[in-house]
Nanobody, 126 residues
């Protein structure tokens, strides 16, 4: 069984930065795609970013491209999401996800993920 625990959320003013972390335990996740999704108030869960097992393949939602950066440290079983130039519309609960079916092909569909963290809240004020 895999456990994913997110951290790093909080409240920040528009234009600020946060770095989210997702620590995995229970098994090595180095060989698999990891992703970040978010769910804002009254909205459906949406894809934010994903990363292949080597870190060389990444994908971003258009709404965060150029502002967010995903990375991973396979030795530590941790995935990061560096969020810069935050906007009020980035306010959401951010979830870490693991896709055990793929090592480098990044799916943007939340239904393809096998494991989820409980989420961390990011609030951006204007």
């Amino acid at each position: 069984q895999v456990q994913l625990v997110e951290s790093g959320g909080g409240s920040v003013q528009a234009g600020g930065s946060l770095r989210l972390s997702c620590a995995a335990s229970g098994r090595t996740v180095s060989w698999y795609v990891m992703g970040w999704f978010r769910q804002g108030p009254g909205k459906e869960r949406e894809f934010v970013s994903g990363i292949g097992w080597t870190g060389g393949n990444t994908a971003y939602a258009d709404s965060v491209k150029g502002r967010f950066t995903i990375s991973r440290d396979n030795a530590k079983n941790i995935v990061y999401l560096q969020m810069n130039s935050l906007k009020p519309e980035d306010t959401a609960v951010y979830y870490c996800a693991l896709d055990l079916k793929h090592s480098d092909s990044i799916s943007r569909y939340y239904g393809d993920m096998d494991y989820w963290g409980k989420g961390t809240l990011v609030t951006v004020s204007s």
